[in-house]
């Protein structure tokens, strides 16, 4: 394990306190980080399970990511020990629809694998709006 602090380029010794050398934090996805506070992020909504911030590259005037706060990697990875988070996803997307302005509609996506052009491997579902969307998905 390398640490980035101080001892930087040299084996971590058990005794070190910084994140990047603790187990837990070793292979964080960046969606993991964002959650997590380590990368900054325009939230919109937080609780115990879960996370929306906005995109940084928007397909829409509003568009929003809403991620567990747990890694689960896709919709593939969506089992009965952990599908209480995305339940809980789902009732959260309509409120931060709501106070979004999106009275007009809305579109929810999530992608699935590269083929479907899932670039961050950490479940997570767009909320695109505050326009006329295109009826083509593909």
Do not use: W
Request: charge should be positive.
């Amino acid at each position: 394990v390398r640490c980035s602090f101080q001892h930087l380029g040299t084996t971590c010794k058990s005794k070190c306190k910084h994140r990047c050398c603790h187990p837990k934090y070793q292979f964080m996805c960046i969606f993991c980080k964002i959650a997590a506070g380590e990368i900054p992020s325009t939230k919109v909504y937080e609780d115990e399970t879960v996370f929306a911030f906005r995109d940084i590259a928007p397909q829409a005037p509003t568009h929003i990511l809403v991620i567990p706060k747990a890694h689960i990697g896709s919709v593939a990875e969506v089992t009965p020990a952990n599908s209480a988070v995305v339940a809980h996803i789902f009732e959260v997307i309509p409120m931060i629809a709501q106070t979004e302005g999106l009275s007009e509609g809305y579109r929810v996506v999530s992608n699935c694998g590269a083929h479907a052009g899932q670039t961050v491997h950490h479940l997570h579902f767009h909320i695109l709006g505050g326009k006329q969307l295109a009826m083509e998905m593909a």
